[in-house]
């Protein structure tokens, strides 16, 4: 149990154009998922947590006009990368938060590549 | 500002011998840590949280508040323990954020 996937794995776009990645909890519910980037040979940096039904809540220096996110419904949220360009080209990791007995465990997803030309 | 630090980026060991990841982080509030394992081509998961006290796979890690460190113990490393390790400090306050150090690349060698 407790699987997320990415849609989709790897994209490559041309600059300027928009890319949409979607986060998916497969056999949960999930009120809050997060976005994580993570460049190569670095740590995953929290971009912005997604909360069911409400606005995200973006990270200190997260451009909310270029990385929209909306989270629809309790297993899907979507992360758009708007007007991409070279620099945004990276690893983004979606995770869904589950919620357990007295315990919440973040499970994630395997990740979408995407490299803008 | 919350942080977490392993100072080793890489690690190497042989199989059979003991291994401690490094693991200190800074945070004024009440901390909850965790470890999570990334093996090859595969996904983050999450490989113990400190509140659990339990053991995964032979791995175990105490929170020491005084040194403010999470280390990761195993006494005998085994080859399907190379993976990327990541610390990760769960900021709270109902949000359940993490903040991942920047991981440390273990490799078990037979």
């Known amino acids: 149990g407790a699987v997320v996937s990415q849609h989709p794995s790897w994209v490559i776009c041309k600059s300027g154009t928009s890319v949409k990645i979607e986060c998916r909890s497969l056999?949960?519910?999930?009120?809050?998922m997060f976005w994580y980037r993570q460049f190569p040979k670095q740590s995953l940096m929290l971009m912005a947590t997604?909360?069911?039904?409400?606005?995200?809540?973006?990270e200190q220096g997260v451009e909310k006009d270029k990385f929209l996110i909306n989270h629809a419904s309790l297993t899907l949220s979507t992360l758009t990368v708007t007007s991409a360009h070279p620099e945004d080209s990276s690893f983004y990791i979606c995770?869904?938060?589950?919620?357990?007995?007295?315990?919440?465990?973040?499970?994630f997803g395997p990740g979408t590549r995407l490299t803008v030309l | 500002a919350q942080r977490v630090t392993q100072p080793e980026k890489l690690l190497s060991v042989f199989k059979g011998a003991p291994v401690e990841l490094k693991c200190n982080y800074s945070?004024?509030?009440?901390?909850?840590l965790f470890w999570y394992v990334q093996y090859s081509r595969q996904r983050l998961q999450l490989l113990l949280r400190?509140?659990s006290r339990e053991s995964i796979k032979g791995f175990t890690a105490d929170l020491n508040k005084g040194e403010t460190s999470f280390h990761l113990k195993k006494p005998f490393a085994q080859e399907e323990d190379s993976a990327m390790y990541y610390c990760?400090?769960?900021?709270?306050?109902?949000?359940?954020?993490?903040?991942f150090g920047k991981g440390t690349k273990l490799t078990v060698n037979p």
């Open positions: 056999d949960f519910q999930a009120t809050t």
């Open positions: 997604s909360n069911e039904g409400s606005k995200a809540t973006y």
């Open positions: 995770s869904a938060l589950g919620r357990g007995t007295g315990t919440d465990t973040q499970y």
């Open positions: 990760a400090l769960s900021v709270g306050g109902g949000s359940e954020k993490l903040v």
């Open positions: 945070y004024s509030g009440s901390p909850e």
């Open positions: 400190h509140i």
